[in-house]
């Protein structure tokens, strides 16, 4: 796995710097759900980086939800106000609409991950899962071969890093 340091300043000035036409073996590009935000920059910066890539068999991009996503879940959190998950509906619906411009690039096999530290992914998974389906009710995904995939992975991401996993 190798982790590339990248945030919205850097990714639009030195997109030569991501080109990944010499791996050949990658399989899957993790990006933190916290830098899918819709800018152009950001939407030019995943565009290209995917044109970049080889064609290999399955490609997936996997999107990973730190914490910081699921408010309401667990003990120690209140309970998510009607305003609060409404403006994480949109945010949600914004990464999608990001993920479909990629997607005319280059087609992928769509993951979302709750990646979350010393908890069960249970209740994560679960808003994931709504998200996904508020989206396909919408018609969202009818570009996609297949139905995203949600998936929990109980260790932390450091969200600075994104990483492109040859598996």
Avoid at 25 to 31: E, M
Avoid at 50 to 75: H, M, N, Q
Wanted: aromatic residues 14%; positive net charge.
């Amino acid at each position: 796995m190798i982790y590339v340091l990248a945030n919205n300043s850097t990714a639009g000035s030195y997109t030569r710097d991501f080109d990944l036409s010499r791996n050949k073996s990658l399989h899957t590009l993790q990006l933190p759900a916290l830098s899918i935000d819709g800018s152009p920059g950001t939407i030019y910066f995943l565009k290209y980086v995917l044109s970049t890539l080889t064609p290999s068999a399955c490609l997936k991009i996997r999107v990973l939800y730190e914490d910081r996503y699921f408010y309401g879940v667990g003990p120690r959190w209140p309970q998510s106000s009607k305003a609060k998950r409404e403006k994480e509906a949109s945010r949600h619906h914004l990464r999608f609409e990001v993920l479909r411009e990629m997607h005319k690039v280059r087609g992928f096999q769509l993951e979302l991950c709750a990646s979350v530290w010393g908890r069960s992914g249970e209740e994560p998974v679960r808003m994931l899962e709504e998200a996904i389906a508020e989206e396909e009710a919408k018609g969202g995904f009818d570009e996609y071969l297949c139905k995203p995939l949600v998936m929990y992975n109980p260790q932390q991401f450091y969200q600075r890093y994104w990483s492109f996993a040859s598996y």
